[in-house]
């Protein structure tokens, strides 16, 4: 449905964006800087990501592509730049604050609560409201949640696994498990780290699977990836970023045959 | 062998559900309930009634320490708030501890909430140290602060001691229950909150806080919510332990072992556990009180040798406690 | 309320007092830095915050009230500052390598009770061999005072100023001159590059060890010759003393430590003229909980991501 791009990609210029959805926005980050002490990786980077699209960052290493997730995300402030949710800004916000906003995240390195069990840790996604002192206290999940966590283990393959220890399980269901805990919180927008890195072919493949049933279901995501076969595979528009700024932008086959792009990761 | 012990206690205890720990503590309870109609052993009262109030503490520290884990030096400050409190309304202003030791808890928790406030933003060790610079910022205001006695404390009127009002009483037996009471309330509140919302959270952010605020939590307000517990229980075991010993000063209330006695409590059974506190208790200060009559003078210290030796293996070899929580793995 | 006595002396009476409050903050300061540099040291290059840093000072202060006391005041601080380095030195590789070693990768939970148990068992062996009671002193081979314009300097204090300085300057030369020296510098900046270098790392962090508490060693002997000694609180206050001014330095710089032990020392005793003596402990912890709540460089709490 959202994938109007399909099929058109050898027709168009690298640089434009014109067969692309005409959906709305749902995230849109505008000339993202962040420097480190006198180190900038990001460097006025701008992505925009379009109601029910697999948007993919890809890029050299040190391009910025992780630090733009970790602004966005809020774990450290940028130094300039906007970044704005369904038209709100949400520049500088917390973590938790972004993630209530309706951002939620993966890691590269998947990152599970090792003692806890995996309903645990799916039930530490749950939304979380002004619940009182007491309410924490003397609730669990309500009903409605539990059948989401069943769903979503169930989903992405681990409902056998649930009340297993999170520690007990391979690189892989936990990153799976943080797939299914991060569409707990039904996000507006999901946004992945490197879902195949350290995870073997066939997963890929199932990783892959998931990703377009629940795009096609109408689901948000932008992806960072190195995975290029992958990127062909999933994406509906890719952006190129170089020295933390924008390189080349447009649907995946244009974009990722663009001259600069193989200069960019080969030139130098 | 403790170790072994340990082992096989945590073992039998997670592999029982939920029916068979509420059977099993009943059963504990229930005999701990009848031991004052068997005996009426000085010793043994006041070391159950001890043991009582200082797992009762360590449950506080606990659900600070242990499970938000926040490694608070400084609960003296919660304990010394709910103590005082209870005092002064009660000997200044005639109002019954039976309203005083709960006021008391709430100021503990305000003025816990106030330190968290100001310290959760450290880590680790900064907050451990912020703590204890705290604690001892209170402890040399209080030896000066005449208002509050001064270096002398606050003593309860002989004349009222065993009237109903004062909440004071002549025998160990109406304390036993008392403060007894209290201890199975506040396990049986650890017990629900384990497994719990809160619970969860507080784990959660104990294992890896970023990943936590990956997961929407707003860590400062369920770090607040365990500091608030943690006083408010702390803060009432001040004010039981005023009523109990009926004098309080700073050089008890405030000095620095009692923000040792109270974490070698909550570590030694095992640090973010239901059991662990009472545990911890039960082998603290039997041994402690143990030392105190037998060991005197010069002694007296000998029983914190033990400890700290005790105190060294545990971080050494079994960070989790008795109960070990971390099954013998390091993962931070 | 709180008595604050401002009112007692004039503000001219206590403007008086700076001059004579100021030499001494300079003493104090320099025996403060020293304290502090040892602790700075193992923090910054170990990664360990000693607890019982103040503990181990008291062993050499016991040691020091022992000789001097069992040799009737006779046996020379010439001898015992260089032999009190050498017990704590030998002390502090000991604790590394038994103890601290164990906890290395440990969560910082079982760090901060490995060192708080030693806190306990140093502390309260001490009290069941010296007494719960205060121990000083008096006949020692440093006696007497100069005047020099109206300010009064205890010789005993002088002395301790003067080794501490030379004790620091031994210490910074060993680690600017020394291949040792280097190689713990290299371990504070990278544990795994170094260890890639060759550099025995266990080996160093033992060394920062006894680096670090022979400091306390030198300190420990000087100050026993004219400050009283108190099992509980006299380790207390030193180590507070010395995280305060770690605290002041910006944690683990050896040589900031330095000179938030001379300020803490001015702190300290500006703060008993201008404000009230009885409080001169609070004006130290008031200023080290300020230190970590205002300036949370590195210490903050926010996730790596």
Same mark, same amino acid.
């Given at each position: 449905m959202s994938t109007d791009t399909e099929g058109e $990609?050898? +027709? @168009?210029? *690298?640089? $434009? !964006? +014109?067969?692309?959805? @005409? +959906? *709305? !926005?749902v995230l849109e980050v505008d000339g993202l800087r962040k420097e480190f002490g006198g180190v900038t +990786?990001? @460097?006025g980077a701008s992505v925009e990501v379009r109601e029910g699209e697999i948007c993919t960052l890809v890029g050299p290493n040190g391009a910025g592509k992780t630090t733009l997730f970790n602004c966005v995300m809020g774990a450290f402030p940028p130094t300039a730049g906007s970044v704005r949710l369904r038209g709100e800004e949400i520049t500088g916000q917390q973590t938790h604050e972004t993630v209530q906003s309706g951002l939620s995240r993966t890691y590269q390195i998947p990152r599970v609560f090792p003692e806890l069990t995996v309903r645990a840790n799916m039930e530490v996604n749950q939304r979380h409201g002004d619940e009182s002192v007491l309410a924490t206290v003397f609730r669990r999940t309500d009903a409605e949640t539990e059948g989401d966590i069943d769903r979503w283990l169930e989903f992405v393959g681990l409902a056998s696994m649930a009340e297993a220890e999170a520690s007990e399980l391979s690189t892989g269901q936990q990153k799976l498990l943080n797939i299914a805990a991060a569409l707990l919180r039904d996000p507006d927008v999901l946004l992945l780290d490197e879902p195949t890195a350290g995870v073997n072919p066939g997963l890929v493949d199932d990783i892959a699977g998931m990703l377009a049933e629940l795009n096609e279901a109408g689901r948000t995501f932008f992806v960072v990836e190195h995975d290029m076969e992958f990127v062909r595979r999933i994406s509906d528009h890719v952006y190129v970023l170089a020295d933390g700024t924008n390189l080349v932008d447009g649907p995946p086959e244009a974009a990722l045959n663009d001259p600069r792009v193989l200069e960019s990761y080969f030139g130098r | 062998m403790a170790t072994a012990v340990g082992d096989r206690l945590t073992t039998v205890w997670t592999g029982l559900d939920r029916r068979h720990h509420l059977a099993l503590a009943a059963l504990v309870v229930g005999v701990l309930a009848v031991v004052p109609l068997v005996t009426n052993n000085e010793f043994l009262m006041n070391t159950l009634v001890l043991i009582f109030l200082f797992g009762t503490m360590g449950h506080g520290w606990n659900i600070l320490?242990?499970?938000?884990?926040?490694?608070?030096?400084?609960h003296a400050v919660m304990f010394a708030a709910g103590a005082y409190t209870t005092a002064i309304l009660f000997v200044y202003y005639g109002i019954t501890p039976i309203v005083g030791i709960p006021v008391g808890g709430v100021v503990a928790a305000v003025v816990g909430l106030a330190l968290g406030a100001a310290t959760f933003r450290l880590r680790y060790h900064y907050f451990a140290m912020a703590t204890l610079a705290a604690a001892l910022i209170v402890r040399v205001i209080f030896f000066r602060w005449e208002w509050v006695g001064g270096a002398t404390g606050i003593e309860y009127p002989f004349a009222e001691l065993g009237t109903l009002a004062s909440l004071t009483f002549r025998g160990n037996l109406p304390y036993y229950y008392l403060i007894g009471g209290f201890a199975l309330l506040t396990t049986l509140f650890v017990y629900v909150m384990d497994r719990s919302k809160l619970g969860t959270y507080l784990k959660a952010i104990n294992m890896d806080q970023a990943a936590a605020e990956s997961a929407g939590i707003d860590a400062f307000r369920y770090k607040s919510y365990a500091m608030g517990l943690s006083s408010l229980i702390t803060g009432v075991c001040g004010g039981l332990y005023a009523q109990y010993v009926l004098y309080i000063d700073p050089a008890s209330t405030l000095r620095l072992l009692r923000n040792i006695d109270i974490i070698m409590v909550a570590i030694v059974g095992g640090i973010g556990t239901v059991l662990g506190p009472l545990i911890g208790a039960g082998v603290f200060i039997t041994v402690r009180e143990y030392t105190r009559t037998s060991l005197s003078g010069t002694q007296t210290g000998l029983g914190y040798v033990i400890f700290g030796v005790v105190l060294l293996f545990i971080s050494m070899y079994r960070p989790g406690g008795i109960l070990n929580r971390y099954g013998g793995r390091w993962d931070d | 309320m709180l008595e604050l006595e401002l009112g007692l002396i004039s503000l001219g009476g206590r403007l008086s007092l700076v001059p004579q409050a100021t030499v001494t903050a300079v003493v104090f300061g320099f025996v403060y830095a020293l304290v502090a540099a040892g602790l700075a040291l193992i923090w910054g290059v170990a990664d360990i915050v000693n607890f019982a840093h103040g503990e181990y000072m008291l062993i050499a202060m016991y040691v020091t009230a022992f000789v001097a006391s069992g040799f009737g005041g006779g046996a020379s601080p010439v001898v015992l500052v260089p032999l009190n380095a050498a017990l704590l030195f030998v002390l502090g590789y000991a604790t590394y390598r038994l103890i601290i070693s164990k906890v290395m990768d440990a969560p910082m939970l079982a760090q901060i009770f490995a060192t708080f148990a030693l806190v306990l068992i140093i502390r309260y062996s001490a009290l069941f061999v010296a007494g719960p009671t205060t121990v000083s002193i008096d006949n020692y081979v440093f006696e007497g005072q100069t005047q020099l314009a109206g300010i009064a300097v205890a010789h005993p204090e002088a002395i301790t100023g003067v080794v501490s300085v030379a004790a620091l300057g031994l210490l910074f030369a060993f680690l600017r001159s020394t291949r040792t020296g280097k190689a713990i510098r290299a371990t504070a900046q990278d544990r795994e590059v170094a260890q890639v270098m060759g550099i025995d790392t266990d080996h160093i962090f033992g060394l920062t060890w006894g680096l670090g508490l022979a400091a306390v060693g030198v300190a420990g002997t000087l100050v026993a010759t004219f400050s009283p000694i108190h099992p509980e609180l006299t380790p207390t206050s030193w180590t507070l003393i010395a995280f305060a001014a770690v605290a002041l330095g910006g944690f683990g710089s050896v040589l900031g430590a330095v000179a938030g032990g001379i300020l803490i020392a001015f702190v300290e005793n500006l703060g008993a003229v201008l404000l009230n003596p009885s409080y001169k402990e609070l004006y130290v912890f008031v200023v080290f909980i300020g230190v970590l709540l205002l300036k949370p460089e590195g210490v903050l709490n926010r996730g790596d991501a």
């Amino acid at each position: 449905m959202s994938t109007d791009t399909e099929g058109e $990609t050898e +027709a @168009d210029s *690298a640089t $434009t !964006s +014109a067969v692309r959805t @005409d +959906a *709305a !926005s749902v995230l849109e980050v505008d000339g993202l800087r962040k420097e480190f002490g006198g180190v900038t +990786a990001l @460097d006025g980077a701008s992505v925009e990501v379009r109601e029910g699209e697999i948007c993919t960052l890809v890029g050299p290493n040190g391009a910025g592509k992780t630090t733009l997730f970790n602004c966005v995300m809020g774990a450290f402030p940028p130094t300039a730049g906007s970044v704005r949710l369904r038209g709100e800004e949400i520049t500088g916000q917390q973590t938790h604050e972004t993630v209530q906003s309706g951002l939620s995240r993966t890691y590269q390195i998947p990152r599970v609560f090792p003692e806890l069990t995996v309903r645990a840790n799916m039930e530490v996604n749950q939304r979380h409201g002004d619940e009182s002192v007491l309410a924490t206290v003397f609730r669990r999940t309500d009903a409605e949640t539990e059948g989401d966590i069943d769903r979503w283990l169930e989903f992405v393959g681990l409902a056998s696994m649930a009340e297993a220890e999170a520690s007990e399980l391979s690189t892989g269901q936990q990153k799976l498990l943080n797939i299914a805990a991060a569409l707990l919180r039904d996000p507006d927008v999901l946004l992945l780290d490197e879902p195949t890195a350290g995870v073997n072919p066939g997963l890929v493949d199932d990783i892959a699977g998931m990703l377009a049933e629940l795009n096609e279901a109408g689901r948000t995501f932008f992806v960072v990836e190195h995975d290029m076969e992958f990127v062909r595979r999933i994406s509906d528009h890719v952006y190129v970023l170089a020295d933390g700024t924008n390189l080349v932008d447009g649907p995946p086959e244009a974009a990722l045959n663009d001259p600069r792009v193989l200069e960019s990761y080969f030139g130098r | 062998m403790a170790t072994a012990v340990g082992d096989r206690l945590t073992t039998v205890w997670t592999g029982l559900d939920r029916r068979h720990h509420l059977a099993l503590a009943a059963l504990v309870v229930g005999v701990l309930a009848v031991v004052p109609l068997v005996t009426n052993n000085e010793f043994l009262m006041n070391t159950l009634v001890l043991i009582f109030l200082f797992g009762t503490m360590g449950h506080g520290w606990n659900i600070l320490g242990g499970y938000a884990g926040q490694v608070s030096l400084g609960h003296a400050v919660m304990f010394a708030a709910g103590a005082y409190t209870t005092a002064i309304l009660f000997v200044y202003y005639g109002i019954t501890p039976i309203v005083g030791i709960p006021v008391g808890g709430v100021v503990a928790a305000v003025v816990g909430l106030a330190l968290g406030a100001a310290t959760f933003r450290l880590r680790y060790h900064y907050f451990a140290m912020a703590t204890l610079a705290a604690a001892l910022i209170v402890r040399v205001i209080f030896f000066r602060w005449e208002w509050v006695g001064g270096a002398t404390g606050i003593e309860y009127p002989f004349a009222e001691l065993g009237t109903l009002a004062s909440l004071t009483f002549r025998g160990n037996l109406p304390y036993y229950y008392l403060i007894g009471g209290f201890a199975l309330l506040t396990t049986l509140f650890v017990y629900v909150m384990d497994r719990s919302k809160l619970g969860t959270y507080l784990k959660a952010i104990n294992m890896d806080q970023a990943a936590a605020e990956s997961a929407g939590i707003d860590a400062f307000r369920y770090k607040s919510y365990a500091m608030g517990l943690s006083s408010l229980i702390t803060g009432v075991c001040g004010g039981l332990y005023a009523q109990y010993v009926l004098y309080i000063d700073p050089a008890s209330t405030l000095r620095l072992l009692r923000n040792i006695d109270i974490i070698m409590v909550a570590i030694v059974g095992g640090i973010g556990t239901v059991l662990g506190p009472l545990i911890g208790a039960g082998v603290f200060i039997t041994v402690r009180e143990y030392t105190r009559t037998s060991l005197s003078g010069t002694q007296t210290g000998l029983g914190y040798v033990i400890f700290g030796v005790v105190l060294l293996f545990i971080s050494m070899y079994r960070p989790g406690g008795i109960l070990n929580r971390y099954g013998g793995r390091w993962d931070d | 309320m709180l008595e604050l006595e401002l009112g007692l002396i004039s503000l001219g009476g206590r403007l008086s007092l700076v001059p004579q409050a100021t030499v001494t903050a300079v003493v104090f300061g320099f025996v403060y830095a020293l304290v502090a540099a040892g602790l700075a040291l193992i923090w910054g290059v170990a990664d360990i915050v000693n607890f019982a840093h103040g503990e181990y000072m008291l062993i050499a202060m016991y040691v020091t009230a022992f000789v001097a006391s069992g040799f009737g005041g006779g046996a020379s601080p010439v001898v015992l500052v260089p032999l009190n380095a050498a017990l704590l030195f030998v002390l502090g590789y000991a604790t590394y390598r038994l103890i601290i070693s164990k906890v290395m990768d440990a969560p910082m939970l079982a760090q901060i009770f490995a060192t708080f148990a030693l806190v306990l068992i140093i502390r309260y062996s001490a009290l069941f061999v010296a007494g719960p009671t205060t121990v000083s002193i008096d006949n020692y081979v440093f006696e007497g005072q100069t005047q020099l314009a109206g300010i009064a300097v205890a010789h005993p204090e002088a002395i301790t100023g003067v080794v501490s300085v030379a004790a620091l300057g031994l210490l910074f030369a060993f680690l600017r001159s020394t291949r040792t020296g280097k190689a713990i510098r290299a371990t504070a900046q990278d544990r795994e590059v170094a260890q890639v270098m060759g550099i025995d790392t266990d080996h160093i962090f033992g060394l920062t060890w006894g680096l670090g508490l022979a400091a306390v060693g030198v300190a420990g002997t000087l100050v026993a010759t004219f400050s009283p000694i108190h099992p509980e609180l006299t380790p207390t206050s030193w180590t507070l003393i010395a995280f305060a001014a770690v605290a002041l330095g910006g944690f683990g710089s050896v040589l900031g430590a330095v000179a938030g032990g001379i300020l803490i020392a001015f702190v300290e005793n500006l703060g008993a003229v201008l404000l009230n003596p009885s409080y001169k402990e609070l004006y130290v912890f008031v200023v080290f909980i300020g230190v970590l709540l205002l300036k949370p460089e590195g210490v903050l709490n926010r996730g790596d991501a």
